[in-house]
């Protein structure tokens, strides 16, 4: 049976995301996190924390394309696109130089953005229409970023007894005098909903990306008399199907039912707009059949066709579902269509015709922000400062940024810093030379006698260590150097002497594998690799932010 990925999964498994990061990064991490010990990993994946943190890494080069003609600093060098096998991910873990820890504030899910601009057709929210986020031809999503604030669209079409589709927006929507999460009427038809406001000072907010804060988050809060702004209100009539042969005495009403489950009256009327026979809209009017200054459009929440609030409504005499009736009374034909799934068929000549009802949550299109926008994008940020304490970030190059989950810090009583982890193994020389070679980042150094060959990343001159890492590269190898005076360091095979010995070969914080030996999963890789992206060389130094944004979607 064929699977449908829906917007409310998506939305679902971006707030699942987000929530296990904020639960993580708000409480204490379990005693695996601090410790070498991984007694606890046995519990996964039903553990109350779950580590996460941003890598940064890759200082060796990407290979040359093209017949080795084509560097990675050549115009036309393509990055590599993620494979997302198993393989690649031991790289990436290998490949790591720095984790830092993300902060229950750094992490929120996000919309792109659709800025307002005049003259583009926008299409109107619909609850029923998969694409309505979506750009389709002419017509862009049904909802904008404008000011400070995000607005769905819950008319577009200006009164027309004929058809002439939708029309462009040319004013934009902005805060009406019904205040804040109300509508907005401008002109050409348009009714805007404010559902969200932006903090302009987020540092999640990207070019393409803004952040949508949680009811909880939001600040100062959505009261009561903000919420019965458009508590339960009916915004739109969609078209499933237009059917056919419709005449034009064809008349639409509709069964509408509370959420006591008694049926309400409703003060307005649904004028279908057919073409060809084919319903193309349906305007919601008000009694008279008279238009209102925003053009077809009318408000109706609990038969309050006057304006939107429902101040003296409760919760439970709203709008809870909507059965539309279609009769055309000048071919004796009808049709049907549901607003809350149920449905039912009568036809005779004009017959086929579908239609939906888009109704308000009960607690209004502003309440619900992450649950009405497209707010299936999780967005990641840290910085970080220089090397960070206790020099965890070097200053190197990188090429991949990286998320890792669940794995271990092991303990270093020379690091005051838990929240960031150097990740580059390192060798203490023996009898460095002299004049110390002048090496870079990616260059390639042997080992004579064990045979090992490894990525140098640097040196660091007072404690005579020499950091570097290894991945599945093949020119070189995953042997790990020893100490004795006689395993000497050399830039080749038999070349140059970097050092006449190795005293001590050096594991950092974060290990790429589990080194508990008396753990079952000993020699595991350390952690999952939850999202990755390749990018061209980045220099980083100690003197300045790198402000990584990650931009997750699901």
């Not at 309440?367 to 960070?388: C, K, M, Q, R, S």
């Amino acid at each position: 049976m064929a699977a449908i990925i829906t917007d409310d999964f998506r939305r679902n498994q971006a707030r699942l995301l987000v929530n296990d990061i904020k639960a993580s990064a708000d409480g204490e991490f379990d005693s695996t996190a601090n410790s070498s010990s991984n007694s606890n990993e046995s519990n996964w994946p039903y553990r109350g924390n779950n580590r996460y943190a941003v890598g940064l890494g890759k200082s060796d080069s990407w290979p040359a394309q093209t017949s080795g003609t084509v560097t990675e600093n050549s115009t036309n060098f393509v990055i590599p696109a993620p494979a997302g096998n198993r393989q690649e991910d031991e790289d990436i873990i290998n490949n790591l130089f720095t984790l830092k820890d993300v902060s229950g504030g750094s992490v929120k899910q996000m919309i792109a953005k659709n800025p307002w601009t005049s003259g583009r057709k926008y299409k109107v929210y619909d609850s029923a229409d998969n694409d309505a986020f979506y750009s389709t031809n002419d017509l862009y999503p049904c909802y904008v970023t404008h000011g400070n604030s995000v607005w769905i669209v819950l008319s577009n079409t200006a009164v027309d007894n004929g058809f002439t589709g939708v029309i462009g927006s040319t004013t934009p929507p902005a805060v009406s005098s019904g205040g804040d999460y109300g509508y907005s009427a401008p002109a050409q038809g348009y009714v805007w909903c404010e559902v969200a406001k932006l903090d302009s000072s987020d540092a999640l907010i990207t070019n393409q990306f803004v952040p949508i804060k949680r009811n909880v988050d939001v600040s100062p809060a959505i009261d009561a008399s903000m919420q019965k702004k458009t508590a339960g209100l009916l915004s739109h009539v969609g078209v499933i199907s237009g059917g056919s042969g419709y005449s034009s005495n064809t008349a639409i009403t509709a069964t509408i039912v509370d959420h006591t489950g008694e049926v309400k009256t409703p003060t307005i009327t649904f004028k279908p707009i057919i073409l060809n026979g084919v319903i193309q809209r349906v305007d919601i009017r008000d009694s008279n059949s008279n238009p209102n200054e925003a053009g077809s459009y009318e408000f109706w929440t609990s038969g309050d066709a006057s304006g939107l609030v429902a101040n003296n409504v409760n919760v439970g005499d709203r709008i809870k579902s909507i059965t539309f009736h279609i009769t055309d009374t000048g071919s004796s034909s009808s049709g049907s269509g549901s607003g809350s799934g149920e449905s039912s068929s009568e036809s005779n000549s004009g017959s086929g015709a579908r239609l939906s009802a888009t109704i308000a949550p009960s607690t209004g299109y502003g309440y619900n922000a992450i649950d009405v926008l497209p707010a299936w994008f999780v967005g990641i940020n840290v910085d970080f400062a220089g090397t960070e304490t206790d020099s965890d970030a070097p200053a190197l190059k990188f090429r991949q940024v990286s998320l890792l989950k669940n794995f271990i810090r092991n303990a270093d009583s020379g690091d005051t810093s838990a929240g960031t982890l150097d990740a580059l193994q390192s060798i203490t020389l023996r009898n460095p030379a002299s004049s110390f070679p002048s090496l870079t980042e990616g260059q390639v150094l042997y080992q004579k006698t064990t045979n090992a060959k490894f990525y140098f990343d640097y040196y660091d001159s007072v404690t005579s260590k020499l950091y570097f890492h290894q991945n599945s590269d093949g020119e070189i190898n995953t042997i790990k150097p020893k100490a004795a005076t006689t395993n000497s360091i050399g830039t080749s095979a038999n070349g140059s002497q970097v050092s006449a010995g190795v005293l001590t070969v050096n594991q950092p914080e974060y290990r790429s594998r589990i080194t508990d030996t008396s753990a079952a999963n000993f020699g595991e890789f350390n952690g999952e690799v939850i999202f990755h992206e390749n990018r061209k060389p980045f220099s980083r130094n100690s003197s300045q932010t790198e402000e990584v944004k990650l931009i997750i979607q699901l």
